[in-house]
């Protein structure tokens, strides 16, 4: 007769599977809250005590850590001493382990759980067994997740065992699980204990959705979502129309949040191809978006739009009457949304909570042979404001050069930002000379950039660019400062009169 060992947490379909087992002549063996379960409907169920010899104790802390049971798991069947050894000691073989784990990631999340509660949801006897189970593969069938039971019982039926493939494939879906549960542990401890950069990094993902394809048609690509701190992203977006967001889409809706994080006014951002292409603050959401698209009506288009305000109508006639290939926002008037989903290539994604910003994660990186972990790019913005010039900013230019710098700082480097009236005039972004980005910003802006400001994620090198903004008409600079040709920069903006804050802290963007 064969054996399956069963003690489960998340009980969805377990009686119907242990029935359809039992039917087949399988032993089923439980404990704790599983077998009064399997029990309570017909069931026959043999104790794991009975088995063992010994009874669960210490609140249940112990009940399936014993050499009867994990003998019976681990136990190598075409191996004659391990049959011998089995014989000796009064070992049965268990040819199923069917177990997920105590609800630590489920706990964790609850805000009212204490370091008790989430202690005692560490699960030992489960993963111990998983991994024996998984380790043996070659013998034994092990199950971690109750949708597989369906494909189990079809192989049983149909042909009168679960097939190598099936069970290797089981494995590794058990050694992706505990490592997953094990990684929130450490993350845990490392977390409460303040270990910033451990040793040894374990990051753990779940896959949200495949994706057709990757940054190009010939790369495969997949959406993993953090699991613990998702509030805000993406990953908790609910698409109200279109098809399925694309690698770029995940990657470019991204960076539009990231920078519509820096605001508390109502303000759109539009992105194209990772940097924004323009971003509007306003009295709402429509003044705001004309603001963005004014930017730059050429780059928007095919773009990402982020906004931290409702759609209303006025908002969503502007943007059917141009190709976006994304709308991000937190809500949309019922009438917004019929005129929008008139446009059958525009996803419409809700975010509820599109403006949370208290995050602590990592910000990764990968590179051949390693990754790069950084802290997230919180760092102040203001508060080491000092004037070197001068002529100071007028109270219209420093809204504008804060508005500019909470730009700039989310703008690939090389990066250059100008702005007026709470709404971008031109970026430059990623270029290897800033002169270079400040001229593509100029050239870009035409007109509009006289009477604009400037924003600079890192000092400038030379007075060149002081030159340049000032034969553009532009009146006013911040920038981090620390060069060692300062001096020159603040000289030639005393020369034109244009007023220069330094912050103190640049914001590199890679």
Request: proline content about 3%; aromatic content about 8%.
């Amino acid at each position: 007769m064969k054996r399956a060992l069963i003690s489960v947490y998340d009980k969805k379909g377990i009686i119907e599977f242990a029935k359809k087992l039992s039917d087949m002549g399988w032993e089923i063996i439980s404990t704790g809250g599983t077998s009064r379960i399997l029990s309570g409907s017909g069931l026959k169920v043999t104790d794991v005590s009975d088995v063992t010899g010994f009874p669960e104790c210490f609140n249940g802390r112990v009940k399936t850590l014993h050499p009867k049971i994990h003998g019976g798991i681990l136990a190598l069947r075409d191996d004659e001493n391990h049959l011998k050894t089995m014989k000796e000691l009064g070992i049965k073989p268990i040819d199923m382990v069917v177990n997920n784990l105590y609800p630590f990631k489920e706990t964790l999340l609850k805000a009212e759980s204490t370091h008790e509660d989430i202690i005692e949801n560490i699960d030992i006897g489960g993963p111990s067994m998983l991994r024996a189970a998984a380790k043996n593969y070659k013998f034994v069938t092990v199950i971690v997740d109750p949708k597989d039971y369906n494909t189990i019982i079809d192989e049983l039926e149909n042909k009168g065992e679960v097939s190598y493939k099936t069970r290797e494939y089981l494995a590794a879906k058990v050694f992706q699980h505990t490592s997953n549960y094990d990684a929130l542990i450490s993350h845990y401890f490392n977390k409460k204990t303040n270990i910033k950069f451990p040793d040894t990094v374990t990051l753990t993902f779940e896959k949200k959705q495949d994706l057709r394809y990757g940054e190009n048609p010939h790369q495969e690509a997949a959406f993993y979502t953090e699991e613990l701190e998702t509030t805000g992203t993406l990953s908790e977006a609910v698409k109200l129309h279109g098809k399925e967001l694309s690698y770029n889409n995940i990657g470019d809706g991204n960076g539009a949040l990231e920078i519509l994080k820096e605001f508390t006014l109502p303000t759109v951002v539009a992105v194209k191809h990772a940097n924004p292409c323009g971003v509007g603050s306003g009295k709402n959401i429509a003044e705001a978006f004309k603001k963005a698209y004014e930017s730059d009506k050429q780059s928007i288009f095919g773009g990402i739009i982020a906004a931290n305000d409702e759609i209303d109508v006025d908002t969503a006639k502007m943007i059917k009457d141009i190709f976006i290939e994304v709308v991000i926002a937190p809500s949309y008037s019922e009438s917004a949304l019929k005129i929008l989903e008139a446009k059958k290539n525009i996803r419409l994604l809700r975010l509820p909570h599109i403006n949370y910003n208290k995050y602590s994660t990592y910000d990764m990186k990968k590179v051949l042979g390693g990754v790069l972990l950084q802290d997230r790019n919180q760092g102040k913005m203001y508060e080491d404001l000092k004037i070197v010039t001068q002529r100071k900013p007028s109270d219209e230019e420093l809204k504008d050069l804060l508005f500019a710098w909470k730009v700039v700082k989310n703008t690939k480097s090389n990066a250059i930002v100008l702005a007026k009236n709470q709404g971008t005039v031109a970026v430059g972004p990623g270029q290897v000379s800033r002169i270079w980005a400040l001229e593509n910003a100029i050239r870009q802006g035409e007109e509009s950039v006289r009477g604009s400001v400037m924003a600079s994620d890192a000092f400038f090198p030379f007075s060149d660019c002081i030159e340049a903004a000032a034969k553009a008409g532009i009146t006013a600079v911040i920038q981090p400062g620390g060069s060692v040709r300062d001096k020159d920069s603040i000289d030639m903006a005393d020369k034109y009169k244009i007023s220069m804050l330094f912050t103190g802290m640049r914001h590199f963007k890679h």
